[in-house]
């Protein structure tokens, strides 16, 4: 397939990458290690590095066999990302390849520079002298690719390209590094690459390498075309929202959806007799035709809704630990379509809430996001609607978060409002499917102040009621009847 050179220029500089050309034009990477992170005491022996594009997310996995050609114990490894791909940066962990045991990653904001952002990575145990530690580092990203062209027939497989680094970035030498790049399917085209690289394509997979004495933040230009089958589902905004009640040992949760297909845009209208003509064309092809949820086991009540109102084209399937609810939309969803929906179910509470023993504290186990397959989020709003009496809580997450904050929420037979936390999140895919802990104390007089509350209601009807039927309206009457 032949794009023209106009189009694929304009299009690579939508990613505003062109630092990473200047960056390989001008030849200062190599004084990078002084000027930044000072004298270096480590260096890589060998790097693998796996560029995974076969899902609408990118990830990245980057082994490297690190040794210490200094005098003394090396304790931190930085780890760099380009600026432009630090900004779509959705989850970053460090492990130890030998052991499988998990490095502390953090972003180090000590070290400025324009054109990256600097991870540091503490080892654990210190690496002594002369000795090698594999170090793994696996990154996703999101919003990375875009579909190329823009825009595809209705039943017509849609194309991305990546632009990227054919070197594996790192703030060290290399004596050795090699690049696999794998996508969907055999069919792909490798735009551009560096001239001196070794190039090899077998089947799905792209072979960059191996490359010899690599400096450090050395870059290369990498384009590649690809076919990728199925939509590219995409949250805009999820808010969600979570009610306990230990009245009623109840957890509600209900879940509001902006939908939107990342794929290729529809290119004409949409066509409902060819839909209906060549279904299995449209489960192949680009359109999003339900939504797979995965909810608890116990969950009761459930609802899926829209603007228009109750959606009955959907369906429970039970697994051995829980439940699938697939939902079918009203239409199929192509590239650039979007849809609000919203959903929700009871649980019983006593499978998410214990006590402390000996104590007014409970601590609540719920999960951040159920995400849907293959989806990535943009904006979270989490609310956590706590007893009415509940106080001092404290919120524990399994990742950093943009705000928590907490209010009041005022519900049925509330008198006071009942505590409030709120959590915002960007950037979030399946990986931030994890469970968050809520510490709070609810003493035990806290239990009464409902019941207390409806039965100060219901005296005042009756008394209001006893009142009113004892007085008399007539005109000239007297007040109380006899």
């Known amino acids: 397939m032949y794009f023209s050179r106009q189009a694929l220029v304009a299009f690579v500089a939508s990613l505003i990458l062109s630092s990473v050309a200047m960056a390989q034009e001008e030849d200062w990477s190599e004084d990078v290690d002084e000027t930044l992170l000072g004298p270096s005491d480590l260096k890589i022996t060998n790097l693998l590095r796996t560029l995974d594009l076969s899902k609408p997310r990118i990830r990245e996995i980057t082994s490297a066999a690190v040794q210490n050609v200094g005098t003394e114990n090396a304790t931190e490894y930085y780890h760099p990302v380009d600026q432009v791909y630090f900004e779509r940066l959705s989850h970053i962990i460090a492990e130890n390849r030998k052991t499988k045991e998990s490095l502390e990653i953090v972003r180090d904001d000590e070290i400025f520079d324009q054109e990256y952002q600097f991870f540091k990575v503490k080892l654990s145990p210190p690496l002594p002298p002369g000795e090698k530690m594999q170090i793994t580092i696996k990154s996703s990203f999101t919003g990375i690719v875009r579909p190329f062209p823009t825009h595809a027939a209705q039943d017509e497989r849609q194309r991305f390209l990546y632009f990227g680094n054919a070197f594996a970035l790192t703030a060290y030498s290399s004596d050795k590094q090699k690049t696999t790049v794998v996508v969907p399917n055999s069919n792909l085209e490798v735009v551009t690459y560096p001239e001196e690289t070794e190039l090899a394509v077998k089947n799905n997979q ?254 005042a009807i009756f008394a209001s009621s006893m009142v009113l039927n004892r007085l008399d309206f007539k005109i000239g009457g007297s007040i109380l009847k006899k």
């Open 206 to 459: 792209i072979t960059l390498g191996p490359y010899k004495d690599v400096a450090g933040l050395e870059h290369g230009v990498f384009e590649v075309q690809y076919e990728l089958v199925g939509a590219v589902p995409h949250v805009n905004h999820l808010r969600r929202d979570i009610e306990i009640s230990q009245w009623g040992n109840n957890l509600a949760v209900e879940e509001h959806y902006k939908f939107e297909n990342k794929g290729a845009h529809l290119k004409g209208h949409f066509s409902r007799i060819d839909y209906q003509r060549n279904p299995m064309s449209a489960r192949d092809g680009n359109a999003v035709l339900a939504f797979q949820m995965p909810i608890p086991k116990l969950a009761r009540d459930i609802y899926y809704r829209d603007e228009i109102g109750n959606i009955s084209t959907s369906s429970l399937t039970h697994q051995s630990d829980h439940v699938v609810l697939t939902l079918a939309p009203r239409f199929p969803i192509f590239g650039g379509w979007k849809t609000t929906f919203y959903t929700g179910y009871n649980v019983p509470l006593d499978g998410y809430l214990r006590r402390v023993p000996d104590s007014d504290k409970y601590i609540l186990k719920v999960p951040v996001i159920v995400p849907l397959k293959d989806t990535s989020y943009d904006e979270i709003d989490i609310r956590v609607v706590l007893p009415e009496g509940a106080k001092k809580a404290r919120v524990h997450m399994p990742y950093e978060v943009d705000f928590i904050g907490q209010s009041t929420t005022k519900t049925y037979m509330d008198s006071a409002g009942r505590y409030t936390i709120t959590i915002e999140a960007k950037n979030l895919i399946e990986e931030h499917g994890r469970d968050m802990f809520i510490e709070y104390e609810l003493p035990m007089a806290a239990y009464f102040t409902k019941p207390l509350a409806a039965s100060a209601m219901l005296m």
